[in-house]
């Protein structure tokens, strides 16, 4: 049957070849421009910022559990580490702070907390999220927004006068977590009494650097969504002029869409925003304290 052999030249082969790879070449490049254009849009945000968060030592655990504060979890409700201080006797008033991107986020917690309570005797509380001072669980704008949430459930289960005055403080990418917070705590009926977010952003990138980050482990953290005025006790919006991680423009565009006051500081920076009196003052007042 050799002579029925029917032969196909190599043009013919190539040009069957050609064929049947053109869709899938045509989705590769489709999928390539659709990347691409991603990429352009997010390339114009602050970011990206690796996370930083990281386990805390025996030594610093034991450090943060002095002077009458107390560390829970991650074993214990509310299934993250918490860093709590009761109010003083007949003290009702809760300030709760929530941080940024940092190794050490209880512990700025800390200093922070007690600047703003300056011997009034509130309660004071940190709940550190997902993946940072040991709390379980990998870092996400999902996991920070949810752990925000359930911190709030937790605190006003544990502490039932914390539904007479909930304050609320945001830095960085802590806005994120206050901003929730506020949302979950007016969906349960016990409505913050204040919101003051420091160094805000609108949105933002984080996670892993370089042309694959944004494919594999880098996330975008978008306020946009939980800016949502009718929703949300009183608030103030501080940012620093010299601020060169999250600039000013996007604590003006955070400012703007909660319809807050925004208050600038000249020449101050991200972190040294936390330490300005004038700023610390000002958030005092905000917060109604």
Excluded: C
């Amino acid at each position: 049957m050799g002579w029925f052999e029917v032969k196909t030249s190599s043009w013919e082969v190539g040009r069957l070849k050609a064929r049947d790879a053109t869709p899938i070449t045509a989705v590769v490049l489709l999928m390539g421009i659709f990347m691409l254009g991603w990429l352009q849009n997010d390339e114009d945000l602050p970011g990206p910022f690796p996370y930083t968060g990281a386990p805390l030592s025996v030594e610093e655990r034991a450090a943060l559990a002095s002077d009458g504060w107390t560390v829970t979890g991650p074993d214990a409700p509310p299934g993250l580490v918490a860093l709590t201080r009761l109010p003083a006797r007949g003290e009702t008033r809760w300030l709760v702070y929530f941080g940024g991107n940092t190794p050490g986020y209880l512990a700025e917690a800390k200093s922070v907390l007690l600047s703003l309570d300056e011997g009034r005797g509130l309660g004071l509380a940190a709940i550190a999220p997902p993946g940072f001072d040991g709390s379980p669980g990998s870092p996400s704008p999902d996991a920070l927004r949810e752990s925000a949430a359930d911190a709030m459930r937790w605190l006003t289960q544990t502490q039932p006068h914390t539904s007479e005055g909930i304050h609320l403080v945001g830095f960085s990418m802590g806005s994120m977590s206050a901003l929730a917070a506020a949302l979950a705590l007016q969906a349960q009926d016990t409505p913050a009494r204040g919101l003051v977010l420091f160094a805000p952003f609108h949105a933002m990138r984080v996670g892993r650097t370089g042309p694959l980050g944004r494919l594999f482990g880098r996330h975008r953290y978008d306020n946009q969504p939980l800016l949502k005025p009718k929703q949300l006790p009183s608030r103030l919006v501080l940012h620093g002029g010299a601020d060169s991680a999250l600039p000013l423009v996007e604590g003006e565009r955070v400012s703007r869409g909660l319809g807050a006051p925004l208050k600038t500081y000249p020449g101050i920076g991200h972190a040294d925003l936390l330490k300005h009196p004038p700023a610390l003052a000002d958030a005092r007042q905000g917060l109604g304290l």
